[in-house]
């Protein structure tokens, strides 16, 4: 099961609302962490370690990420989606955002079994 680490600034809207969003697939594991050292939950090299894929919300995390955390990126993906901090924590508009940019680097999930009904 691959790891997505969801970044942003102070892990407060943008990257948190990606872990519950994508928390409910069952075929993927998340986390999410901040860039600024007072962030709710702190990026750390063992984050940065733990993740397959580091998806950032825009590419100053990237800078960040690659300058601060060198040495323990291994092969990682990074992945940034360009989503400026304009939204609020679960905002249907982020939400929908988030949905979107990251269909193409998620699993396909399996079709349902369930047939339909004409």
């Known amino acids: 099961m691959k790891r997505y680490l ?3 600034s102070q892990n407060k809207l943008r990257s948190p609302t990606a872990e519950d969003v994508f928390a409910r697939r069952g075929d993927i594991e998340v986390a ?3 860039t600024n050292v007072d ?3 702190p990026l750390t090299a063992e984050w940065v370690r733990w993740a397959d894929v580091i998806v950032v919300m825009e590419k ?3 800078t960040k990420l690659q300058n601060r955390f060198r040495k323990s990126l291994d092969g990682q ?3 940034c989606l360009d989503i400026p901090d304009d939204y609020e924590f679960m905002q249907p508009e982020l ?3 988030l949905e979107t940019r ?3 680097y998620l699993p396909s999930l ?3 079994s369930t047939p339909i009904r004409r």
């Open 6 to 8: 969801f970044v942003c």
């Open 32 to 34: 999410s962490a901040g």
């Open 39 to 41: 962030a709710l939950e």
């Open 102 to 104: 990251m269909a193409r």
């Open 110 to 112: 399996p079709m349902s």
């Open 95 to 97: 939400v929908d955002l």
């Open 77 to 79: 993906r990074v992945i």
């Open 60 to 62: 100053a995390h990237r």
